[in-house]
């Protein structure tokens, strides 16, 4: 029976391996390519918090409309060739982590 400090170690080699992904040095690279511009970071960070909560509203609620006029307030800054290519490259580590959640969750029993 594997313990929780064995598993522990487990999840640390984990992270490990996810931290050595292609995803994940390109999105730190990007990252801090982009915080070298603090205004920039700052409103691209803004940016990713109003989306998020948006993304996370309550689903009765419509919000097509809402991140409609989120991304269209932010045009000039979504269409900065780094804001876009951080956004990207963030997307694609996001979405190879929700694919790993994923796995885990299909391979658990509730």
């Known amino acids: ?14 992270i490990e391996l ?3 992904t292609r995803e994940y040095r390109e999105y730190i690279h990007m990252e801090h390519a982009l915080s070298a511009q603090p205004d ?3 409103r691209v960070r803004e940016f990713r ?3 998020y909560f948006l993304q996370h509203a309550p689903e009765d609620e419509d919000i097509y409309d809402r ?5 269209n307030q932010n045009e000039e800054l979504l269409n900065r060739p780094e804001v876009y290519d951080f956004l990207m490259v963030e997307w694609e580590f996001f979405r190879m982590i ?3 959640f ?3 969750m299909d391979q658990m029993e509730f």
């Open 1 to 14: 029976m594997t313990e929780e400090k064995d598993l522990i170690a487990h999840v640390d080699e984990f």
């Open 40 to 42: 920039i970071y700052e």
């Open 49 to 51: 918090k109003q989306n």
């Open 102 to 104: 994923d796995r885990i």
């Open 98 to 100: 929700q694919g790993l």
């Open 18 to 20: 996810v931290k050595d």
């Open 67 to 71: 991140v409609a006029e989120l991304r």
